[in-house]
T-cell receptor, first 111, second 115 residues
Framework: TQLLEQSPQFLSIQEGENLTVYCNSS?????LQWYRQEPGEGPVLLVT?????EVKKLKRLTFQFGDARKDSSLHITAAQPGDTGLYLC???????????FGTGTRLTIIP | NAGVTQTPKFQVLKTGQSMTLQCAQD?????MYWYRQDPGMGLRLIYY???????DKGEVPNGYNVSRLNKREFSLRLESAAPSQTSVYFC??????????????FGPGTRLLVL
């Protein structure tokens, strides 16, 4: 069974600071998705990365997929209170309907 | 478009009671899913339905049953609730076909407390 570990589990930083959160897998990802879940809501897809070494940017968010496709990172520049939420990584197995989710990083940005 | 809707939003049950969680989507999606979310454990798949008329077990199916009523609706039933089923339940849908870029769209969740 694939295990997706995310670190840190909790992170609380001041507005304007930079941060990085990580997702590591016990096996090679087929493709990796990052979701953000705001309090009281369901997760919302941020990005899908597929190729080893791939980097994608979404405004102040930078997503990187490891060369060996067993790890990924999410870097946020100049964090804002609106970035507060639970960040989840998920492996989307090609040809399979199912997603395997990581344990999540709960991020709090202090104004 | 409402997207994915879930009812009820909150529910308190006593041990042994039964209930059905309802989910509907208006995006004409083929695939639908039920997850539970517990602190520190991310989202775990309970059951999913790849198309109307089919259902399959996920990672944690014990104690649950599902019905894909039609293409729009996918319900989750707890026949005899246990305190271990206290959780937040999310329904999701996707176009289907297992494409690796596929997006799952989630409902707002049902918060269930079993006493």
């Amino acid at each position: 069974t694939q295990l997706l570990e995310q670190s840190p589990q909790f992170l609380s930083i001041q507005e304007g600071e930079n941060l990085t959160v990580y997702c590591n897998s016990s096996s090679v990802f087929s493709s990796l998705q990052w979701y953000r879940q705001e309090p009281g809501e369901g997760p919302v897809l941020l990005v899908t990365v597929v190729t080893g070494g791939e980097v994608k940017k979404l405004k102040r968010l930078t997503f990187q997929f490891g060369d060996a496709r067993k790890d990924s990172s999410l870097h946020i520049t100049a964090a804002q209170p609106g970035d507060t939420g639970l960040y989840l990584c998920a492996d989307h197995n090609f040809g399979n309907e199912k997603l395997t989710f990581g344990t999540g990083t709960r991020l709090t940005i202090i104004p | 478009n409402a997207g994915v809707t879930q009812t009820p939003k909150f529910q308190v049950l006593k041990t042994g009671q039964s209930m059905t969680l309802q989910c509907a989507q208006d995006m004409n999606h083929n695939s639908m899913y039920w997850y539970r979310q517990d602190p520190g454990m991310g989202l775990r798949l309970i059951y999913y339905s790849a198309s109307e008329g089919t259902t399959d077990k996920g990672e944690v199916p014990n104690g649950y049953n599902v019905s894909r009523l039609n293409k729009r609706e996918f319900s989750l039933r707890l026949e005899s609730a246990a305190p271990s089923q206290t959780s937040v339940y999310f329904c999701a849908s996707s176009e289907g076909g297992g494409k690796f870029w596929e997006t799952q769209y989630f409902g707002p969740g049902t918060r269930l407390l079993v006493l």
